[in-house]
């Protein structure tokens, strides 16, 4: 059966500290990795990542996968209070679905 | 530039009543989808309209119907609901997943069953 399994479920740390979120997934036909971030309501995109070892970045944030070892982590440095959300990782395996990790939520304390 | 709305944002119905979600879109996408999302479960797929004029079943359909009315429009329809369908339900669109952003969501609608 195809999962997405996210690690860690909650992690609580200080402003300015660097966080790691992992994903790592079984899925028959992969496509591609993607990262999301929730707050309050919809989730917005971040990240789709298709090839290992090549690390996507955008400001703080940066995501690589590993096709290989079927894992792929998210990196924020310098957290800061609005980095708190809950962040969600998919795989597509098909052209129209996705199959989505239960999400890691993420306190970042002043 | 409104991306994707969905109503109404909560609704509270009674075992056995039917409502219709409804999802608009305004970025000319040809994919839409339906999700709900449950505590501890993520996001999962109840039916998606690869294009106009299309609808497949996805992970979790049963309890469900669905209608892409036009490009624009993709409602989802429970006829008759039950406790089980308590869960916030988000809809979605997107060009394509070989472009590189992704989906678009609406931002959700809280339903509870009673």
């Known amino acids: 059966e195809d999962k997405v399994v996210q690690s860690p479920l909650s992690l609580v740390v200080h402003e300015g500290d660097t966080v790691t979120l992992n994903c790592s997934y079984e899925v028959t036909n992969f496509r591609s990795l993607l990262w999301y971030k929730q707050e309050k309501k919809a989730p917005t995109f971040l990240f789709m990542l298709?090839?290992s070892g090549i690390e996507k970045k955008s400001g703080r944030l940066s995501s690589i996968l590993d096709k290989k070892e079927l894992f792929s982590i998210l990196n924020i440095t310098a957290t800061q209070t609005g980095d708190s959300a809950v962040y969600l990782c998919?795989?597509?395996?098909?052209?129209?679905?996705?199959?989505w990790g239960a999400g890691t939520k993420l306190i970042i304390k002043p | 530039n409104a991306g994707v709305t969905q109503t109404p944002k909560f609704q509270v119905l009674k075992t056995g009543q039917s409502m219709t979600l409804q999802c608009a879109q305004d970025m000319n996408h040809n994919s839409m989808y339906w999700y709900r999302q449950d505590p501890g479960m993520g996001l999962r797929l109840i039916y998606y309209s690869a294009s106009e004029g299309t609808t497949d079943k996805g992970e979790v359909p049963n309890g469900y119907n669905v209608s892409r009315l036009n490009k624009r429009e993709f409602s989802l329809r429970l006829e008759s609901a039950a406790p089980s369908q308590t869960s916030v339900y988000f809809c979605?669109?997107?060009?394509?997943?070989?472009?590189?952003?992704?989906?678009?969501f609406g931002s959700g609608t809280r339903l509870t069953v009673v």
């Open positions: 979605a669109s997107g060009q394509g997943l070989d472009i590189n952003y992704g989906y678009t």
């Open positions: 298709t090839s």
């Open positions: 998919a795989v597509r395996h098909s052209n129209y679905q996705l199959i």
